[in-house]
């Protein structure tokens, strides 16, 4: 997607980048995390994303497409933790030209957990080409929730 550009997060960011993070969650994790547990997880004010964004060991991207932040990414070393596009967004390329720069980002081995019954999520990374490994928890907001380890085979 030419009209694209990726870039490292800035501070002033933040809003927007919690506001895509609340919107994507809340469309994928309808039913299987509680809203309200999304929503405070998103706040904008919430130390984590100052903590994320000073951490030298995590890598923390936006998208832009036309000078609006679409999309966001956060990595730490070769994991994915975190890839959301503004759900207004969604089936226009933008997650999977992200994805892609990512995985160029992380090098060999790229890995990431997807919240099982995060249907659409599971069928972008299997067609991405990523293969389902084992069963893993994962915690949002301090609670466990049953996901799936994704790979790339390398």
Known sequence: M???SIRTAEPADIPRIAEIYRDARLLAYGGIVPDAD????AAPDRPKWQELLADPDVSFFVAERGGQIVAMAIMEGTKLESLHVDPAAHGGGI?????????QHAGPGMELYCLAGN???IGFYRKAGMRQAEDVDQVIFGNVYPAHRFVYED
């Open 95 to 103: 997650g999977r030209s992200f994805l892609a720069f990512c995985r």
């Open 119 to 121: 249907d659409r999520a």
């Open 38 to 41: 999304v929503i405070a997880s």
């Open 2 to 4: 030419s009209d694209l």
